[in-house]
Each structure stands twice: as C-alpha cells, then as structure tokens.
C-alpha cells in the first residue's frame, strides 16, 4: 500500500498511472475474492508484490522516464530507457508462475512438457493480448497514450515485449519449478 500511495503521489502523468496501477488493483481484487477457496503458495504472493510495485514504479514515472534506467541509458550508451523491458519480462515471469499453480494444482494438465506448452502459451497469449490493450487505449485515447505506450521510437517494440515476456516465463519455470513443487507439496498436499 505504500508503494501504490506513493505512485499516486504527483505521478508524471495521471492517466498513465492509471493505466498502468489499474492491473495490480484488479489483481488485488482477485486475490482477496479468491484468498478463502484458492489461497496461493507464499511465493506466488510475493512474486505478485514484486511484480505490482513494478507496475507502480512505471506508473509514477512512466516507463519510458524511470530515473535510474535514464542513468543506465546514459552510463551503457543505451537508445532508450529500457524499463518497460523489466516490467515486460515480469509480465512473462510471475503469470507464468500463476499458471503453472492453477496447472499443477488442479491437475488440468498431465506430462510436464505439456505443462510447460501450456504455461508458456498462456504466458505468450496474456503478453499479445496486453499489446492489444495498449493499442486499443493509443486509439482511443491519441496522442496522450505515447506515455503508456513507451515505444520511445523503437519499431520493433512490441515484439521485444512479447519477447522479453517470453523470456521471463522460461526463465520463471526453468529456475523456480523445483522450489514451487516443493512449496506446493508441503502447503497444499498437491503434488
């Protein structure tokens, strides 16, 4: 709640917080509604923390303006600030950990490639979908949706995102699948 305070505080520009708080808030509704009949794995919460104050900090100073990667940017002669790409491969990285809990634990899917094809397509169609959003939002709305946007130029935006989100979500199952199984067997007997 500091964080999401924080972020409210004089942000860069008021509807691209918005824009960008509105997913965790929503999450933050699910997660109450849902905390009695599907409690997640400690980890899965605090995964979704990280992944809100990342939402929060884009917010405030909106992607394409962080402070510390305009330091970046300068110090590693970079063409743009790079923060979007943070929140894009944690858009890959914590769903991809969501799913692989509401898999693993209803038993939706047998076979742990399949697991994998599934988590990562799911992963890949939420990351699709989002860019839709982005540019529903950039129609709807002109030329004030540049800042939720944060393309900064770069063509190939939109891939890189879908790409980076990719990436997050191997990364997330390839690094932390053992530790979630084992998390998910002492918690909830699901494994």
């Known amino acids: 709640m500091a964080v999401l305070i924080w972020s409210g505080i004089n942000p860069r520009d008021t509807f691209t917080w918005f824009l960008e708080v509105v ?12 905390y009695k009949s599907f409690p997640l794995t400690p980890m899965l919460y605090i995964l979704i923390l990280i992944h809100s104050i990342i939402l929060m900090i884009g917010g405030h100073y909106t ?13 590693t002669g ?10 894009h491969f944690a858009q890959g990285f914590i769903p991809a ?9 209803k038993k ?42 944060g393309t900064q ?7 890189s995102d879908m790409m980076f989100a990719l990436i997050g979500a191997v990364a997330a199952l390839l690094t932390l699948g053992k530790v979630h199984d084992r998390q998910l067997a002492r918690v909830y007997k699901a494994i």
Do not use: C, H
Request: no cysteine.
């Open 63 to 75: 992607y394409a303006e962080v402070p510390f990667f305009d330091y970046l940017k300068e110090l």
């Open 108 to 149: 939706i899917i047998n076979g742990g490639g399949w697991q994998f094809f599934f988590i990562i397509s799911s992963v890949l169609a939420m990351s699709a979908f989002y860019e839709l959003i982005e540019w529903w939002v950039a129609i709807a709305s002109g030329e004030g949706a540049e800042a939720f946007l």
């Open 78 to 87: 970079m063409a743009r600030n790079n923060y979007d790409k943070v929140g």
């Open 97 to 105: 950990m969501i799913v692989r809990e509401i898999v693993r634990r």
């Open 23 to 34: 997913p965790a808030l929503i999450g933050l509704i699910v997660l109450i509604l849902s």
């Open 153 to 159: 130029g770069y063509v190939w935006d939109t891939q």
